[in-house]
């Protein structure tokens, strides 16, 4: 699952169709009437992946898709805060010319954030990556 913070509107419907109650959303009230999401957290270590949660969302800001990367050694890091989430959709956007899952293309302006953040950072590599880059040196 991905969830795209630019999306999002913090209305908790994915975390109220969730059978398995394993996405937080903590929101405050702004001053024009919008919701600020202070919390969203997804456990993918009580996920099911039924995808109830992506049909619910009327954003589609929470899709299916993304690496394949929850074969972990610690249980734990697979619960996942904002950031991580962000950081997750922020890289499958890079690596699939910033289209979402779903087939829309980013905004230009979430396309002209992560291409900044990109040059800010190396780009994080997925382990499949690491062990084919491992297997075709010398």
Known sequence: LL???????????????????CIL???KPNADGSLEKVRYEIDFRLCM?????????PYQAIQSGGVFEDAVYEFDTM???????????????RRNDYTYPHGQRAPQ???????????QQPRPVSKGERVVEEHTRG
């Open 3 to 21: 969830w795209f913070d630019e999306r999002c509107t913090g209305c908790s419907t994915c975390a109220q169709a969730c059978p398995d109650g």
């Open 25 to 27: 959303v903590e929101t």
């Open 49 to 57: 992946y039924c995808g109830l949660c992506v049909e619910a969302c």
């Open 79 to 93: 619960y996942k805060n904002k950031d991580s989430l962000t950081k997750l959709a922020q890289e499958y956007l």
């Open 109 to 119: 302006d979430v396309i002209e954030l992560i291409e900044v953040q990109a040059k």
